[in-house]
Nanobody, 122 residues
Framework: QVQLVESGGGLVQPGGSLRLSCAAS??????????LSWYRQAPGKGREFVAT??????????ADSVKGRFTISRDNTKNTVSVALQMNSLKPEDTGVYYC???????????WGQGTQVTVSS
């Protein structure tokens, strides 16, 4: 059974930093993800894309709103499929629930984590 577990959220002041982690497990050869991504959902808004990384080549892509401030990377300290999101220069508009997302390239298999709350406020 595939599980994605996020951690690292919390309350931070504007201009501060947080590092989110997502530990994923339970994959097989059939449903091993081609992409690992982060999405977020602000209060009263829909879920939006933040950043993505391919599991093979490590290619990355970011939403314009976070370019230059956020960095997605594989978390190689853990012996699982895991991904981190380093968030710097945080702004109040970065507040929301951050979700980890894993999917195969053909879209046949996709999985969401339960989310972790990030609040940027003074």
């Amino acid at each position: 059974q595939v599980q994605l577990v996020e951690s690292g959220g919390g309350l931070v002041q504007p201009g501060g930093s947080l590092r989110l982690s997502c530990a994923a497990s339970g994959f097989t050869f059939t449903n091993f993800p081609n992409n690992l991504s982060w999405y977020r959902q602000a209060p009263g808004k829909g879920r939006e894309f933040v950043a993505t990384m391919t599991t093979a080549g490590g290619n990355t892509n970011y939403a314009d709103s976070v370019k230059g401030r956020f960095t997605i990377s594989r978390d190689n300290t853990k012996n699982t499929v895991s991904v981190a999101l380093q968030m710097n220069s945080l702004k109040p508009e970065d507040t929301g629930v951050y979700y980890c997302y894993a999917a195969t390239g053909d879209g046949l298999f996709s999985y969401w984590g339960q989310g972790t709350q990030v609040t940027v406020s003074s």
